[in-house]
């Protein structure tokens, strides 16, 4: 760091970047490479969120689930539920919404009647 004096007072080189704008730079540059790496935010568990939605009755399982951030604050859920044959989209679809205690915004769900044979079928 270039500190010049002057009369007695220390004159920090405009050039060169505080201590503070570094760090603030720093979070900045984090938080954009977690937006656009779509990165599973760092306060949600994802397991938990899978327990959830795979204890809500009539699903019977729950598989590409993905959890990440569209802009800074705003947490995105896109998972496939396998339904029991019995349960009714409407209420399993309320009851998975309630994810929103997790602090997710935007949540998708995609319903299967049976599981998928491209995924694989975790509860």
Known sequence: MSIERRGGVSLRSPALPSKRTESAVGGLVREAVSVLMESTPKHIDPDQVHQAIAGVPG??????LHIWVITTGMEALSAHAVLETAAAADIVLGEIREAERFGIDHVTIQFEAEECGACSVRR
Do not use: K
């Not at 699903?59 to 590409?64: E, Q």
């Open 59 to 64: 699903v019977r399982g729950v598989h590409d």
